[in-house]
Antibody, heavy 122, light 106 residues
Framework: EVQLVESGGGLVQPGGSLRLSCAASGFTVSSNYMSWVRQAPGKGLEWVSVIYSGGSTYYADSVKGRFTISRHNSKNTLYLQMNSLRAEDTAVYYC????????????????WGQGTMVTVSS | EIVMTQSPATLSVSPGERATLSCRASQSVSSNLAWYQQKPGQAPRLLIYGASTRATGIPARFSGSGSGTEFTLTISSLQSEDFAVYYCQQYNNQYTFGQGTKLEIK
């Protein structure tokens, strides 16, 4: 079964750090384009970051310089290292697989995890 | 950044009737447009990609249309399980989502 399971969320103080994990099963993370998408409480969806199969990474302006996306190939796991956290980073964080249109590096998100909640508060 | 605007914010429709949801892009996104359904406490589910292609396992009552800046999601005959929040998303230039349309029972 194709599945994504996130972990690592929790309560952290402003300025603190947290690392989220996303374990995949049924497919290979390193052969796919993978993303993080977040959703603040009661709000809409916001794309955060993407890592392509070749290893290149991209970030939303709101997290650039503070967040780092990475993967561990042998563990088939995606990560999001979050530093210098702010109150506005409070959200449910989803990992998702990106299914790219032929010949492109962009597409829709076809597989989603259940999400992990990150709360930034003192 | 491409801004996606969905309308209406809330749509009240009776079961069995047709629902039409709109999504407008601030600049052309070609056909690089997806629709998602999200129920409370759940992750989003991909319904439509490429503006009009149904994702695997999505019932035929869901259809998408449009290109450029104007897009529509139509649900032909609403079932009880269809009442949810719907998001459009462009992937022509990075990734941005609309603010969502809540489809509620009339």
């Amino acid at each position: 079964e194709v599945q994504l399971v996130e972990s690592g969320g929790g309560l952290v103080q402003p300025g603190g750090s947290l690392r989220l994990s996303c374990a995949a099963s049924g497919f290979t993370v390193s052969s796919n384009y993978m993303s993080w998408v977040r959703q603040a409480p009661g709000k809409g969806l916001e794309w955060v970051s993407v890592i392509y199969s070749g290893g290149s990474t991209y970030y939303a302006d709101s997290v650039k310089g503070r967040f780092t996306i990475s993967r561990h190939n042998s563990k088939n796991t995606l990560y999001l290292q979050m530093n210098s956290l702010r109150a506005e980073d409070t959200a449910v964080y989803y990992c998702a697989r990106l299914v790219a249109a032929a010949g492109t590096k962009s597409g829709a998100f076809d597989i989603w995890g259940q999400g992990t909640m990150v709360t930034v508060s003192s | 950044e491409i801004v996606m605007t969905q309308s209406p914010a809330t749509l009240s429709v009776s079961p069995g009737e047709r629902a039409t949801l709109s999504c407008r892009a601030s600049q052309s996104v070609s056909s690089n447009l997806a629709w998602y359904q999200q129920k409370p406490g759940q992750a989003p589910r991909l319904l439509i990609y490429g503006a009009s292609t149904r994702a695997t396992g999505i019932p035929a009552r869901f259809s998408g249309s449009g290109s450029g800046t104007e897009f529509t999601l139509t649900i032909s005959s609403l079932q009880s399980e269809d009442f949810a929040v719907y998001y459009c998303q462009q992937y022509n230039n990075q990734y941005t989502f609309g603010q969502g349309t809540k489809l509620e029972i009339k």
